[in-house]
Nanobody
Framework: QVQLVESGGGSVQAGESLRLSCTAS????????MGWFRQAPGKQREAVAR???????RHADSVKGRFTISRHNSKNTLYLQMNDLKPEDTGMYYCAAEPPRCSGNLSPAGWQYWGQGTQVTVSS
């Protein structure tokens, strides 16, 4: 049974950094397309970043230059390094795996596996 578990969230001040982790069980992170998503209260879930099996990444315009998706193959873990956090980055952050296709525009639609999420709160 595939299991994705996020960790690393917390409450920080604007301008600070956090690193989120997504550890996979019964699943090889490096062999699949994976992504990070977030959902703020009252808003739709939005895509933050994606990484394919070649290591090619794509980030949402709202986080470009501040967030970086990566993975550690031997630890079987996906990461999201978040720098210069802003209050608008507040939300529940989820990792996911296996979208309908790992190319084109970022979208939360159709991803097969999801974690339970980790909360990020950024105060001004």
């Amino acid at each position: 049974q595939v299991q994705l578990v996020e960790s690393g969230g917390g409450s920080v001040q604007a301008g600070e950094s956090l690193r989120l982790s997504c550890t996979a069980s019964s699943y090889t992170v490096s062999s699949h397309c994976m992504g990070w998503f977030r959902q703020a209260p009252g808003k739709q879930r939005e895509a933050v970043a994606r990484i394919d099996t070649w290591g090619i990444t794509r980030h949402a315009d709202s986080v470009k230059g501040r967030f970086t998706i990566s993975r550690h193959n031997s630890k079987n873990t996906l990461y999201l390094q978040m720098n210069d956090l802003k209050p608008e980055d507040t939300g529940m952050y989820y990792c996911a795996a296996e979208p309908p296709r790992c190319s084109g525009n970022l979208s939360p639609a159709g991803w097969q596996y999801w974690g339970q999420g980790t909360q990020v709160t950024v105060s001004s």
